[in-house]
């Protein structure tokens, strides 16, 4: 008998659109505000991108009826705080006592119906300078850390919105005008487009009734359409990038199943069985025994329209990203010959399920429960899905794990990037072209 | 319904009442320290096994035995092997992590409640009896040689190294848990087998467990897992824990050159003050206000006013013996002196010209005791602040006793905490980023010479 798992909730619609969804967790008193709006970096366009990440920073900075930094009365309430943008949506969260739940409500909804009053062309200013400093700090001054901005530009073509990372071009981020913040928060920031979860300890009724109080008077806004793109690679891709590392590392990257989509669960337990853990097969090849390489990883980057499938491994000194390919590749077709063991398989599902049951423990902030409850319900519009979510984990199958390295990790359709020192291109995989990223 | 009443912030109500986890302390027959908490909802249990002898206990040479010898753990045990030991805490759904700190280390297994005995037994098995064969041993320590190498490309790791070294120049807390490349290099599989004897022993550790189990089923956990642990007594002393002094390093101004960096990563501070001393509390409000939170001193000039930064923060690194007070942010280059001057000047002026308006007080204080019960969620949370009640010999009324000693804090004790234990002239300011765009104004500042220390 497999183990209940749940994550039980309520879910109602205001009439103005705002869906809203209540988790009870009595144990301790705090509650957890978690609100989605479902835009994003995809939802830009080329020569303007990083907006809706800057977007989010403005969000903080005051609206109509509290005119002043939102960190201040919060944190004075003794609230943890945040906001996030990517691809595909952007979340605020704040996780107050019980005793600040209205406080919280209060300025979620006023930042929602009420923000460009208080914005100035100096807070905006403000902004775009701290984002450029993140960028900095995050992506240029960082090792490695402007490669997935050169798989993503070669994954997708220039006008699919996955083209360009959520935190933007530096060229654009600096030719932002403050007039376009107007049209962007009409056009996303409203009850239609967002939803919003309160998880932890709060009655169901009483939880609808605050949040009927403070957002149910927030004009409704239209929904936005769907992005659609489309995307494909014709052939391998080869590529080399120069950076201040001391070690060369090797990137391949394939187009693979959108979240939820069939063989998005097989491609997430692919990455585990393939190279994360000393148990995985490449690890095992390329760092226990051949000692090739100083690590191994792969992900499935779940998104919306389309995710992709990233193996990453670091050489070791002295050993070629050449030889390192080949093994991966070898591990790869063992795969797509095979498929995994049935001992392989069990232990995919006992490490999904225990996760499952982790992600369980906390009512807030990214990844928690009300976290979760709005990624269902703004990417799947069933918040219902936690139990179906992992469902898909223990249907999975030897011979669905087998098709989905088959079908979505062909050698022949992917990017392969090269990282290595400055100055040592040769030592990237032959035929690798030149790439610029900024 | 009556529309929200928008001229004013709802008012926020009393604190909630919370029920602090309770703990109930056991020592087996072998004389491991066992604190159990009962943590009821979801069910899952955490062990956190906290071995007194972090890397302050390494010896000079041996920088970084402490860590290798908390790595080769999970390398093998018994009949199984590295990779075996890594299937099974996987099969069990087990999320393992070892972090070796300055004066213990903490060996954390979080599983499944039902797989609660196998999860005891195997983090026994592995602690107690490791392997600690040449062939992983060698294996380790190259991956650790070469982990050090992709550090030098890291700038925050690069400037936490160099920052410790000014900091203690003459003192085991002066190294990163990694060491360095010779010493790592000189280290022997001997040394590790003599270590682990030395330190793995019950008489040095505390086993904090929590779980959604009843006191009496944690504790049978961890006795049938770990009462068959022996162990020598104590064979060496740890090392004498530093006292302040004035730091016996010379330098002031220091940069580790990196030409081109797009941003200079700061650190500035001094060695401070002790976990045990009496003015925590004073410490942890003055903390919030300079540059503690989002909304402090720091941050709020360098990033919010000058944009400098994408976020500055300040914070006391506590130890047993004398820790570090730093501030640690990341500038555009172009700012580095000037950010650098800004930092000192809001040191100097929470040391007295510009004390903590009773606005602020009120800030910090419910920022740190308002939220509390937050940090209450997790077993892991739980079990890990337990530990660190054990590791520095805190009383079990700890959580309780927490919100009123802060509240209790004055503005007064504030500025005398400031000025006692916070010092401009003291500090020691280090630059990673571009030496070349930064000297001059760097020079310009009069914190002395500009110590150039060798790249990474």
């Known amino acids: ?438 | 319904m009556a529309g929200v009443d928008r001229t004013r912030l709802p008012e926020v109500g009393p604190d909630p009442h919370f029920r602090f986890p309770q703990i109930v302390r056991h020592t087996l027959a072998n004389g491991l320290k066992v604190r159990t908490i009962e943590h009821p909802g979801v069910p899952v249990v955490t062990f956190v096994m906290e071995v007194e002898g972090g890397l302050g206990a390494d010896a000079a040479g041996s920088e970084g035995l402490a860590s290798l010898a908390a790595d080769m753990v999970d390398e093998g045990t018994g009949s199984l092997s590295a990779i075996d030991v890594s299937d099974a805490l996987a099969r069990l759904g087990a999320e393992y992590d070892v972090e070796v700190g300055a004066d213990a280390t903490m060996f954390t297994l979080t599983t499944l409640a039902r797989f609660g005995e196998r999860g005891a037994r195997l983090l026994s098995q592995m602690l107690t009896s490791p392997s600690l064969r040449t062939n992983d041993f060698a294996r380790v320590r190259q991956l650790r040689l070469d982990r050090l190498k992709q550090l030098k490309d890291l700038p925050p790791a690069v400037a936490e190294r160099a920052f410790l070294r000014l900091l203690y120049p003459a003192h085991p807390y002066g190294h990163l848990a990694i060491g360095t490349e010779e010493s790592l290099r000189s280290v022997s599989l001997d040394d590790v087998v003599s270590f682990h004897r030395a330190t793995f022993v019950p008489h040095r550790a505390t086993l904090v467990v929590a779980g959604a189990l009843s006191h009496a089923e944690l504790l049978r956990l961890a006795d049938d897992a770990f009462a068959g642990w022996t162990g020598g007594e104590l064979l060496h002393d740890l090392q004498g824990a530093p006292e302040r002094s004035a730091d016996a390093g010379s330098a002031h101004l220091a940069i580790v050159p990196r030409e081109g960096a797009a941003q200079s990563e700061l650190r500035i501070g001094h060695l401070s003050a002790r976990r045990d001393t009496p003015d925590y509390a004073p410490l942890l409000v003055m903390n919030a206000i300079l540059g503690g939170q989002f909304v402090s001193r720091i941050n709020m000039k360098l990033r919010e006013e000058k944009a400098f930064t994408y976020g500055a923060r300040t914070g006391f690194d506590w130890r047993r013996g004398v820790g570090p007070f730093f501030v640690q942010t990341s500038v555009h280059t172009a700012a580095t002196a000037e950010a650098i001057a800004d930092t000192l000047a809001e040191i100097s002026g929470l040391r007295g010209s510009r004390p903590a308006t009773a606005q602020e007080m009120s800030l910090a204080q419910a920022s740190l005791t308002r939220g509390y019960p937050r940090n209450f969620e997790t077993t892991q949370q739980v079990a890990r602040s337990v530990a660190q009640l054990a590791l520095f010999d805190l009383p079990d009324t700890y959580f309780e006793q927490f919100v009123p000693k802060v509240n209790a804090v004055t503005a007064d004790e504030v500025t005398r905490v400031a000025h006692t234990y916070l010092d401009p002239s003291r500090a020691i300011a280090l630059v990673v980023g571009d030496r070349l765009a930064t000297e001059q104004s760097l020079a310009a500042l009069g914190l002395g010479e500009l110590h150039v220390l060798p790249p990474a």
């Open chain 1, 1 to 438: 008998m497999p183990t209940v798992i749940e994550l039980p909730h309520v879910k109602r619609t205001l009439p103005n659109g705002l869906d809203v969804l209540v988790h009870e967790d009595r144990r301790v008193p705090i509650v957890a505000v978690n609100l989605w709006y479902h835009v994003g970096s995809k939802n830009e366009r080329t020569g303007r991108t990083g907006f809706a990440h800057l977007f989010e920073h403005l969000m903080f900075e005051g609206s109509e009826h509290y005119n002043g930094g939102y960190f201040t009365p919060l944190q004075q309430a003794g609230a943890l705080l945040n906001g996030s943008t990517n691809t595909d949506r952007t979340n605020y969260w704040e996780v107050v006592p019980t005793s600040a739940l209205e406080l919280a409500l209060w300025m979620e909804s006023d930042r929602m119906g009420y923000l460009l009053p208080a914005l100035t062309r100096e807070r905006f200013e403000t902004q775009r300078d701290v984002v450029l400093n993140e960028r900095r700090q995050n992506y240029e001054n960082r090792p490695y850390g402007m490669a997935l901005m050169a798989l993503s530009a070669a994954l997708y073509p220039p006008q699919h919105p996955y083209h360009w990372l959520t935190i933007g071009a530096a060229d654009d981020i600096r030719a932002m005008e403050f007039e376009d913040v107007r049209a962007f928060f009409r056009t996303y920031y409203h009850p239609a487009n967002a939803s919003l979860a309160l998880a932890g300890d709060i009655g169901t009724e009483q939880a609808f009734e605050l949040a009927e109080k403070y957002f149910g008077d927030i004009a409704p806004g239209t929904k936005p359409q769907p992005v659609e793109a489309e995307a494909s690679l014709p052939r391998e891709i080869r590529l080399v990038l120069e950076d201040s590392v001391e070690l060369p590392r090797l990137y391949i990257a394939w187009h693979s199943p959108a979240m939820f989509a069939d063989g998005d669960a097989e491609a997430d337990l692919l990455a585990d069985l393939l190279a994360n853990g000393k148990t995985s097969r490449l690890y095992r090849t390329l760092v226990y025994e051949k000692r090739m390489a100083l690590d191994v990883s792969a992900y499935q980057h779940s998104r919306e329209i389309s995710s992709f499938f990233l193996l990453a491994a670091t050489a070791a000194p002295g050993h070629s990203l050449t030889d390192i390919a080949a093994l991966i590749d070898e591990g790869v077709q063992g795969l797509v010959d095979e498929g995994p063991t049935a001992h392989e398989m069990e232990r995919g599902v006992a490490q999904a399920e225990a996760h499952f049951m982790y992600r369980l423990q906390t009512v807030g902030g990214f990844g928690g429960k009300s976290d979760q409850l709005n990624a269902y319900n703004v990417f799947r519009g069933d918040p219902d899905f936690f139990g179906s979510d992992l469902e898909r984990y223990r249907r999975a199958t030897p011979q669905s794990v087998r098709n989905a390295a088959r079908r979505y990790l062909p050698f022949d359709r992917r990017v392969v990037l090269s990282i290595v020192p400055r100055g040592k291109e040769p030592l990237a995989l032959a035929g690798s072209e030149r790439v610029v990223v900024s």
